[in-house]
């Protein structure tokens, strides 16, 4: 499956970003999905997954409470909706998919595939 992430950009502390995740290429919700982030310097880190359905999600202790994950099966696109956004938010944030649709995993290595990144700059 191709994973094409998009939404990313500049926005000041407290402020909001939607990021998508547009799949193809092979059935969307044969996949668990998750976002995961990379900031300089840093290994990348686990930001949240959702299940093929929806019906679980999982989130990083930092970001609970003010980031959403989302999918439309329908539309083959995963999002991640982030707000009152941190400065120590800022990373590229790299979609993912995992074939074990049913459970969710929160270590990179555990996925097939990924997207090429977005990045996302939160001001002070």
């Known amino acids: 499956v191709q994973l094409q992430a998009s939404g990313g950009g500049l926005v000041q502390a407290g402020g909001s970003l939607r990021l998508s995740c547009a799949a193809s290429?092979?059935?969307?919700?044969?996949?668990?999905m998750a976002w995961f982030r990379q900031a300089p310097g840093k290994e990348r880190e686990f930001v949240a997954a959702?299940?093929?359905?929806?019906?679980?999600?999982d989130y990083a202790d930092s970001v609970k409470g003010r980031f959403t994950i989302a999918r439309d099966n329908a539309k083959n696109t995963v999002y991640l909706q982030m707000n009152s956004l941190k400065p120590e938010d800022t990373a590229v944030y790299y979609c993912?998919?995992?074939?074990?649709?049913?459970?969710?995993?929160?270590?990179?290595?555990?996925?097939?595939?990924w997207g090429q990144g977005t990045q996302v700059t939160v001001s002070s």
């Open positions: 993912a998919a995992d074939s074990r649709r049913y459970t969710i995993q929160t270590d990179a290595l555990e996925y097939d595939y």
């Open positions: 290429g092979r059935t969307f919700s044969n996949y668990a």
């Open positions: 959702i299940t093929w359905s929806g019906a679980i999600t």
